[in-house]
């Protein structure tokens, strides 16, 4: 489509095949500098088309999976609305419910309050299964049981068993799997069952689909819960966790990398698997530099928005 593009023209979905080529190059080159200009590109294509028919798969591919390297996610709540409105509004029930998910998804990360969250699930789902769309109801209802466990609101805390939804003998497609593993993780690293999240961590599952480059901006989250998960399972047992150790070490590298090519999503996640590292190579006289490590990290998720996680840090 992208060459039927530029043979002939713009129609109305070549903004949305233009995206996707900026997606791939970042998923199978890493190269993110490409990827934002291709999807800068497509946005710009997406505004001289007057068709809007492509439109929520243009924005889903855009800011799921490509801009949040280089644009902060706090910008994302207007786009995934408008793709999901845009796909109401032209019958792809499926995009607008992606975006949907992502939306509320996405309050999550950048820290709003859980009440809120928890009314938009409940809301979304009922959408989602009117319009039999399964796929993102189950997702969906992944994401609201762990909502829900974290406000109290269910007798249990890891399993994600409840008003929402039950884990037990649920039939998983890719991608709900992989919702699934994410929300396990963070649950274990959030609730203190760090040997059941390192495990899990070291099973590397769903790698494509998590990943990291090429994943959805859901990857930050999951890479930095799995990270603390091993880091505090060294923490536990220093000389029999040299796989833990290993992955910690490879997760923060990665995350490091990101933000050296400028992520503005992953300082905070930085800042506190540094303060972590840290804590566990430091050596009797410098416990005053890992104090002050974890008071920035603290700082930069505070200032950042990421209240849930500055909390985390100074834990």
């Not at 969906?140 to 409840?162: A, D, P």
Request: proline share 1%; glycine share 6%.
């Amino acid at each position: 489509m992208v060459e039927m593009t530029l043979s002939h023209g713009l129609f109305e979905w070549s903004a949305a095949s233009l995206s996707t080529l900026g997606s791939l190059s970042l998923w199978v080159m890493g190269d993110v500098d490409t990827a934002q200009y291709i999807g800068e590109c497509a946005l710009k294509m997406q505004e001289k088309i007057e068709s809007e028919a492509g439109k929520a798969k243009t924005l889903i591919t855009l800011y799921l999976f490509t801009l949040h390297h280089v644009k902060p996610l706090q910008c994302f709540s207007k786009p995934f609305l408008e793709g999901y409105r845009s796909g109401m509004r032209t019958g792809d029930k499926s995009a607008a419910m992606i975006c949907l998910f992502s939306y509320v998804f996405l309050q999550y990360v950048i820290g709003k309050p859980l009440k809120m969250i928890e009314e938009q699930c409940k809301v979304s789902v009922s959408q989602m299964e009117e319009l039999k769309e399964g796929e993102q109801a189950l997702c969906q209802k992944i994401s609201w049981q762990f909502y829900l466990n974290l406000m109290g609101l269910s007798n249990e805390t890891v399993e994600l068993r409840g008003k929402a939804m039950d884990e037990t003998g649920v039939e998983f497609t890719t991608l709900s799997h992989a919702m699934f593993v994410l929300t396990k993780v963070n649950a274990y690293s959030l609730f203190g069952e760090y040997e059941l999240g390192a495990r899990m961590a070291l099973k590397r599952a769903d790698k494509q689909v998590l990943s990291l480059k090429g994943g959805s901006f859901r990857s930050m989250i999951f890479l930095f819960h799995r990270s603390l998960c091993l880091y505090a399972m060294v923490r536990k047992n220093r000389k029999k966790n040299e796989k833990y150790t290993a992955e910690a070490s490879r997760i923060r590298k990665q995350l490091t990398d990101s933000l050296k090519e400028q992520n503005p999503n992953v300082l905070h996640y930085v800042s506190i698997l540094n303060a972590e590292h840290e804590a566990l190579e430091h050596k009797k006289n410098q416990e005053g530099d890992v104090c002050r490590l974890y008071n920035d990290a603290i700082i930069m998720s505070a200032r950042g928005g990421y209240t849930h996680d500055a909390a985390l840090a100074q834990e």
